[in-house]
């Protein structure tokens, strides 16, 4: 199985963020904004790529 990226939608962006790259050990995009939309994110990626599923 592949899973080539997931979203979530939350309160605290920067909050969660923070609890991804701390606990994860992930690394975050620069911050992205979109004016039009009012949409703000980051993609997450792992240092190493993906783990792999067992």
């Excluded at 690394?27 to 993906?50: C, M, W």
Aim: charged share 25%; aromatic share 20%; proline share 4%.
């Amino acid at each position: 199985m592949k899973i080539e990226h997931t979203a979530f939608w939350v309160a605290d962006l920067e909050k969660v963020k923070d609890f991804y790259c701390t606990y994860f050990d992930m690394i975050a995009s620069d911050r992205y904004h979109n004016p039009i939309k009012n949409f703000t994110s980051y993609f997450l990626s792992f240092k190493e790529g993906v783990p792999a599923l067992k």
